[in-house]
Nanobody, 124 residues
Framework: QVQLVESGGGSVQAGGSLRLSCAAS????????AGWFRQAPGKEREFVAA????????DYADSVKGRFTISRDNAKNPVYLQMNSLKSEDTAVYYC?????????????????WGQGTQVTISS
């Protein structure tokens, strides 16, 4: 069983930056595709970014492209989401997810494991 734990959320002003981390307990994430999703109050969960097992391929939602960067350090386990130029509309609970597949995916239904979420609040 893979248990994912996110960290790094918080409150920042618009234009600021945050870096989220996702680590797995019990095993490494080295051979898992991984992704970040978010859910704002009253809205459905949406795809943010995804990365394949090696880190060689990434994908982003149009709303965050050019501002967010997903990366991973398989030697140290975590998957990161660097968020720059944050906007008020980025406010949400951010979830890390992992799938038992080497490839990335935009679909939350294709992920097997989820973290508990970390709150990101952007004030204007």
């Amino acid at each position: 069983q893979v248990q994912l734990v996110e960290s790094g959320g918080g409150s920042v002003q618009a234009g600021g930056s945050l870096r989220l981390s996702c680590a797995a307990s019990g095993r490494t994430l080295s051979f898992y595709g991984a992704g970040w999703f978010r859910q704002a109050p009253g809205k459905e969960r949406e795809f943010v970014a995804a990365i394949n097992w090696s880190g060689g391929r990434t994908d982003y939602a149009d709303s965050v492209k050019g501002r967010f960067t997903i990366s991973r350090d398989n030697a140290k386990n975590p998957v990161y989401l660097q968020m720059n130029s944050l906007k008020s509309e980025d406010t949400a609970v951010y979830y890390c997810a992992a799938r038992s597949d080497l490839r990335l995916s935009r679909s939350g239904n294709e992920y097997d494991y989820w973290g508990q979420g970390t709150q990101v609040t952007i004030s204007s």
